[in-house]
């Protein structure tokens, strides 16, 4: 039996790290996948916070770097739940590079990522419902929610 719901602020988390020479190729830029995974990490504590439970990685929508990270960026990223179902959970991630040196800021990308949460025999278990307290939230889980069904959609035409 699941919980009552939570709150967005509940499970919430901003996330900083400097890009090192080790998180770039050659010429100063990040990689796209360190990047990638930093966004997964951000998301998975997000929705272990949400369900606290093991949370599994199901879907990436698509992410689209508008904006080159470098080394020496202090990069940040936001992220919360944007929806949540019986058994899964969207996060949105945004992503912002900082030049420490300038205070310039940009920002690189958003991701929405879907996570299933798995109880201890690694079978789907269902997760506390998302309140929305304003109307900004209840936007965002309004549009988490139709992205979900065009995911559902797509998967079940095998796209």
């Known amino acids: 039996m699941t919980e009552p719901g939570k709150r967005v602020c509940e499970s919430q988390v901003t996330i900083g790290q400097v890009m090192l020479p080790t998180d770039a190729n050659a010429y100063g830029n990040v990689h796209g996948g360190v990047v990638m995974k930093l966004v997964d990490d951000a998301g998975a504590i997000v929705a272990t916070r949400h369900s606290r439970s093991?949370?599994?990685?199901?879907?990436?929508?698509?992410?689209?770097?508008?904006?080159?990270?470098?080394?020496?960026?202090?990069?940040?990223?936001?992220?919360?739940?944007?929806?949540?179902?019986?058994?899964?959970?969207?996060?949105?991630v945004s992503v912002e590079a900082e030049d420490p040196l300038t205070g310039d800021k940009t920002h690189t990308n958003t991701a929405y990522v879907v996570y299933v949460a798995l109880d201890q025999d690694g079978r789907p278990t269902e997760v506390p419902p998302l309140i929305a307290e304003s109307e900004e939230e209840r936007?965002?889980?309004?549009?988490?929610?139709?992205?979900?069904?065009?995911?559902?959609?797509?998967?079940?035409?095998?796209?």
Do not use: C, H, W
């Open 54 to 92: 093991i949370v599994v990685t199901v879907a990436v929508d698509s992410i689209t770097f508008l904006s080159p990270i470098y080394v020496g960026n202090l990069v940040t990223l936001t992220a919360a739940l944007s929806y949540v179902g019986r058994t899964s959970m969207e996060v949105e």
């Open 139 to 159: 936007e965002r889980m309004a549009k988490g929610r139709r992205r979900q069904e065009a995911r559902l959609s797509r998967q079940r035409e095998g796209i």
